[in-house]
C-alpha cells in the first residue's frame, strides 16, 4: 500500500493566502445575511476577511455560486441546480431573503481589488472537467488573489493539467462517519487521501473535527499546508492557528 502523499511543497502563493482568515460562504449573518450571497461577500470584505465559496456549472454552461446541487434548503424549490439555466435560477430567492443567487461574475467583482478567496468546485454528475474548465477560462482575466479547492480529486486533477500554476487544494473529511456523502466505494480512499495522485494539491483542506486523521497529520508533516474547516469557536480559531492551518470560519466574529 502506497504510504508517501503526493502534494506539492512551496508553492509561492500560499505566503499571501496565510495572512487571512475566510468566512465560509461568506460572512454571512443568518437570517438577514444569506449564506453565498452578494450581501455575505460584501460584509467579508467590508471585515477584512477572505472568502471560501462555491461554484456550481449550469445547464447553459454558466457559473454560479452555491453550496448544494439541490436547490431545496437554501431556495424553497425543487430540482437540482445542474438541470436549470442561469435565467431559470434568477428567479429564485435565498433563504426567504431578496438575495439572488449570485454569478461567479458578481462575486469575483467583490474581491478583486479586496481579499483572497478559497473557490471550491462543486461537481455533479461526471462534469469535473467542464466545471473546471469554465472556472479557470474565468479566472484567467481575473486579477485577484485565490486558490482553488474540492472534494473531487478528479477536478483537482483537471485544474493541475489545465493550469499547473494555481494554487490547488483537496477537501476531505472522515467520509468512514458519513460514507454516504462520498460517491459510491471512496469513503476510505477520500478520507486517507488516497487519490492524491490524481490532485498532487498544495494544501489539503480538511474538517477540523477529524484534524487527528493519520492521513492528514501526515500530509502535514510532510510540508502541505493544512487548511481547517469549519471553525465554529474562538478556541478552535486559535487551536487551528497554533498548529500553522488557515482557517475557515462561520457563525461568529474572529475580531469581535
Known amino acids: 500500500m502506497r504510504e508517501t502523499f503526493t502534494g506539492r511543497t512551496g508553492h509561492p502563493g500560499l505566503e499571501l493566502l496565510r495572512k487571512y482568515r475566510y468566512a465560509h460562504r461568506?460572512?454571512?449573518?443568518?437570517?438577514?445575511?444569506?449564506?453565498?450571497?452578494?450581501?455575505?461577500?460584501?460584509r467579508a470584505v467590508?471585515?477584512?476577511?477572505?472568502?471560501?465559496?462555491?461554484?456550481?456549472?449550469?445547464?447553459?454552461?454558466?457559473?454560479?455560486?452555491?453550496?448544494?446541487?439541490?436547490?431545496?434548503?437554501?431556495t424553497g424549490a425543487e430540482g437540482i441546480l445542474e438541470d436549470k439555466t442561469l435565467a431559470e435560477l434568477r428567479e429564485l430567492r435565498l433563504e426567504g431573503t431578496d438575495e439572488l443567487i449570485p454569478t461567479f461574475d458578481e462575486v469575483l467583482d467583490v474581491f478583486e481589488n479586496a481579499t483572497p478567496l478559497i473557490i471550491e468546485l462543486k461537481t455533479y454528475a461526471g462534469n469535473h472537467e467542464a466545471l473546471a474548465k469554465a472556472a479557470v477560462e474565468r479566472l484567467d482575466r481575473?486579477?485577484?488573489?485565490?486558490?482553488?479547492?474540492?472534494?473531487?480529486?478528479?477536478?483537482?486533477?483537471?485544474?493541475?493539467?489545465?493550469?499547473?500554476?494555481?494554487?490547488?487544494?483537496q477537501l476531505s473529511t472522515n467520509f468512514r462517519q458519513d460514507p454516504d456523502e462520498a460517491p459510491k466505494g471512496t469513503a476510505g480512499l477520500l478520507t486517507d487521501l488516497k487519490m492524491d495522485f490524481i490532485s498532487k494539491p498544495d494544501f489539503v483542506a480538511y474538517n477540523f473535527n477529524y484534524r487527528d486523521q493519520p492521513a492528514f497529520v501526515k500530509?502535514?508533516?510532510?510540508?502541505?499546508?493544512?487548511?481547517?474547516?469549519?471553525?465554529?469557536?474562538?478556541?478552535?480559531?486559535k487551536a487551528a492557528e497554533d498548529l500553522g492551518y488557515i482557517p475557515i470560519f462561520e457563525q461568529f466574529d474572529p475580531d469581535a
Open 46 to 74: 467590508e471585515h477584512g476577511f477572505g472568502a471560501e465559496l462555491d461554484i456550481h456549472l449550469t445547464k447553459d454552461g454558466k457559473l454560479v455560486v452555491f453550496h448544494d446541487s439541490k436547490l431545496a434548503r437554501c
Open 26 to 42: 461568506g460572512f454571512h449573518d443568518k437570517p438577514q445575511v444569506p449564506e453565498n450571497s452578494l450581501a455575505a461577500f460584501r
Open 142 to 169: 481575473y486579477k485577484g488573489k485565490y486558490c482553488i479547492e474540492s472534494f473531487d480529486p478528479r477536478a483537482i486533477g483537471d485544474i493541475r493539467k489545465l493550469r499547473p500554476d494555481i494554487v490547488r487544494g
Open 219 to 237: 500530509a502535514v508533516a510532510r510540508g502541505i499546508q493544512g487548511v481547517a474547516w469549519t471553525i465554529r469557536t474562538r478556541e478552535d480559531l
